[in-house]
DNA sequence: CGCCTTTCGTTGTAAATACAACAGACTTTC
DNA sequence: GAAAGTCTGTTGTATTTACAACGAAAGGCG
């Protein structure tokens, strides 16, 4: 566990929260640490969660198949994020999390997080806050998401979707964490429709790319 | 405020909060009371979200409009509800926050529900929780969503949304709080073309509607 | 290097959707 | 109860997408 203070340390869950108090705390909180091969599941739909979980290394993708094979890309989760937290409320998750790489997660009980001795741990209050706040920045990036989603062609999702990565890293050059299939899955279209229409663009002008590297032209949006 | 102490007694934000408590929080928690005619905004985007709000009369629509004016249904809000708590963390809020019909909307300070006096108010501590289950609800309700308009097609659309309803009210006939336009607003299709569908399906034998009400027949999953 | 696997682009066809326009049923309002 | 407005179903056309199939490029590995 030790291994993984620092990564604790800057996770969401523990901001503001020294690093002191934050160890006294692990115990307390019932914190167990657990590797995942690639491929392997995290979380399959239909479990219970009844914890809160870090990623501590590697990289983990929320998706779900349909009866028919189709497979959403729901979201994917770095290092220092929180993970399930979206099951608190006792519903059976409607994902499967699955590890896209070797990866180390951290979970902790959720009942300890949320209802023991408040007083005895000094910072457990501040514990809860940061939920709160992780919970809301969750709903957050399923509210973007659904805003790529609901275009409704598959050049606007490409523009929505893009144009926030944009925004995001700051500048019209950036990579993004998916490759073309991941990126259909993730946006909900076809990938080989998606290909030709992300070609279209860059024969309008519109943008280039390389790979998972994309550049925006200054033209935008069509 | 007193007219609304039964709804706020049966809301989410506080359940498990005995009726004394509550009324003692009300001030702590810096509440205030405002009504809203139907068409009004409640939330617009771009707004700063400082306040944990809940429902009491009515019925709201958080919806979004995008550049060329198509508009897309997140979700519906209804009596005892919370909303807009997916901001907390600071965000401007993406999406406006219109009242279906004439609404009242009882708001707390979120500040002082997030960091004042647990211990001067000896319920605080059950009111956050009950903010982290909420969020953790309005996740829910997002993947939810999510679920139904990845489908790829109008009819599995239609499928994935009404099947959950019937699971949810737990009988094959029910009505749905959305009419023709708002139900393709909130599956992200179009209006008549979603229309023609359900024609479709119920030629198919599928279901049987009448304005909002519809009755799954049991050959299901076509 | 050569083999194998994965990823990506390309194309043609069938299917699904958006869009526009209109007619009938139902509501509301005066 | 007539008029105006709203909601829903219907149809035809142009556009967009899914699907399948394949070849080329890139990366991994002995």
Redesign the interface.
């Known amino acids: 566990m030790e291994k993984y203070l620092e990564i604790l340390k800057g996770s969401k869950l523990f901001a503001n929260v020294a690093e002191p108090e934050m160890i006294s705390m692990l115990a307390c909180l019932g914190s167990r640490e657990r590797q995942y091969n690639e491929g392997e599941f995290v979380f399959r739909r239909g479990d219970r969660v009844d914890s809160v979980s870090v990623l501590a290394e590697g990289g983990l993708i929320v998706q ?1 198949d ?2 028919w094979g ?1 497979r ?1 890309i ?1 979201t994917s989760v770095g290092v220092g994020e929180l993970f399930g ?5 006792g ?1 059976a998750i ?2 499967d999390v699955v590890a896209a790489e070797d990866s180390t997660v951290i979970s902790f009980d959720a009942k300890r997080v ?2 023991v001795c ?2 005895a741990c000094p910072r457990h ?1 501040q514990v ?2 940061n ?3 992780a ?6 990036r ?6 790529h ?4 062609t598959t050049r606007e999702k490409l523009m929505s979707y893009l144009s926030l990565m944009a925004k995001k890293t700051g500048s019209s050059t950036f990579t993004i964490p998916f490759n073309r299939q991941q990126l259909a899955d993730f946006l ?1 279209v076809d990938r080989s429709a998606m290909s030709a229409e992300l070609c279209r663009m860059r024969d309008d002008g519109l943008l280039r790319f390389n790979r998972n590297s994309f550049t925006l032209m200054e033209s935008g ?1 069509a």
Chains 1, 2 share one sequence.
């Open positions: 779900s349909d009866y189709n959403s729901i937290v979206g099951y608190l409320a519903e409607m994902n949320l209802t408040p007083s209050a809860v806050r939920l709160v706040f919970l809301s920045e969750a709903n957050l399923l509210v973007t998401k659904l805003g989603i609901q275009k409704r909900s949006r």
